[in-house]
C-alpha cells in the first residue's frame, strides 16, 4: 500500500516561481527535440560548448592507416581524454569496450575505396542499426561540385529524414575534391549547402582567410578537421585560429593517433578547446605530458 500523501500543508508549489526553462547552449539547437539535444550533450561538453572528436574512422576507404593498424593498441588507450569518437560500426563492435560512456558518431556513408572516386558514395548504415549501438549521430560525406555532388547530398537528406524519425543527429562532413580551392568562399558554399539541408552540425576544414565568415554564415556548429599530419605546434595553433573564429571544437584524427604522443597531443587539443589555452600554453603542456615516463 502506498503511504497516504495527505498533508497538503507541506506541500511546496512555488507558485511565484516561473518554470525554469534553460536555453539549449549550441547554435541552431534551440528547436530539436529532447531525445536530439541529449544525444548533441553527449557530443559537445554543455559547460565549453565545444567538443573534442577523436575521428579514426579512415579505414573505411583506406584500410589500415598509418597509426590505426590496430585501432585496439593505439585509440583505446585514448579513450579517457575524448569526449566523443567518429568510426564506423566494424571497429565499434570489434574493438571498443562497451563501457566507453562518450558520444559516438558513426560513420554512415561509404562505398568507394581509395582506388575509386570518392565521391560515389552510398548510405552505409541503417538507422535501426545506428540506434542500436547508441549513436549520437551519422557521419555522411558530402561533396559539393564533386563528379557525385548530387548523390551525396541525397545520402546527407535521408539521413537527414531517418534522423530526424529517431531522435540522431546528422554530422555532415564536406568532403573537398583535390580540383576544388580549399577557401573560404567555398567553405561558405559547402557548409551553407549541408545546414540549409537539414546537417544538425557540420565538419570543415580551416582555412586562413576568412574562416570566421564561414561560422557565421552555417547556421548551426561547425567542427573543424585536422588534416594531413603536422608539426605538433602547427596543429595546436590551427584548433585555436578555428575556436577563435567560432568553431565549436574538432574531429581530429591524423594529428592527433599519428602525434609522437598520441595522449599528451589529445590531451592538449582539449585545453586549447576547452580550457582556451593558446597554441603556446598547449605546446608546452605536450611537451611536458609526453616527457613523462
Ligand atoms: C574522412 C573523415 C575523417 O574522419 C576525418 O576527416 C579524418 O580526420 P583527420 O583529417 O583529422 O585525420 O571525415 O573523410
Known sequence: MPEADDSPAD??????????????????????????????????????????????????FQGPTTGLERVDVSIVPLLPWADTLMLTRGILRSVIPPTYRGGLVLRASGGPSILKELSNEEIALSIEDAVRLNAAALAVQVFVGGEHETKSIHNLTRLVDQGQRHGVAVLAVTAVGRELVRDAKY?????????????????????????????????????????????????????????????????MGRNIFQAASPAAMLQAVRAVVHEGANAGEAHELYRQLAARP
Open 187 to 251: 567553405m561558405r558554399l559547402a557548409t551553407r549547402i549541408c545546414a540549409e539541408l537539414g546537417a544538425t552540425y557540420v565538419k570543415t576544414y580551416y582555412v586562413d582567410d576568412g574562416f570566421d565568415t564561414v561560422t557565421a554564415a552555417c547556421p548551426v556548429p561547425i567542427v573543424i578537421a585536422g588534416g594531413k599530419k603536422l608539426p605538433e605546434r602547427e596543429a595546436l595553433e590551427l584548433a585555436a585560429s578555428a575556436v577563435a573564429q567560432g568553431a565549436a571544437g574538432v574531429d
Open 11 to 60: 506541500k511546496q508549489f512555488f507558485v511565484d516561481v516561473p518554470q525554469r526553462a534553460e536555453p539549449f547552449f549550441l547554435k541552431g539547437c534551440e528547436h530539436l527535440d529532447w531525445g536530439l539535444k541529449n544525444r548533441l550533450a553527449s557530443i559537445f561538453n554543455p559547460v565549453s560548448g565545444r567538443t573534442v572528436m577523436l575521428a579514426f574512422d579512415h579505414g573505411y
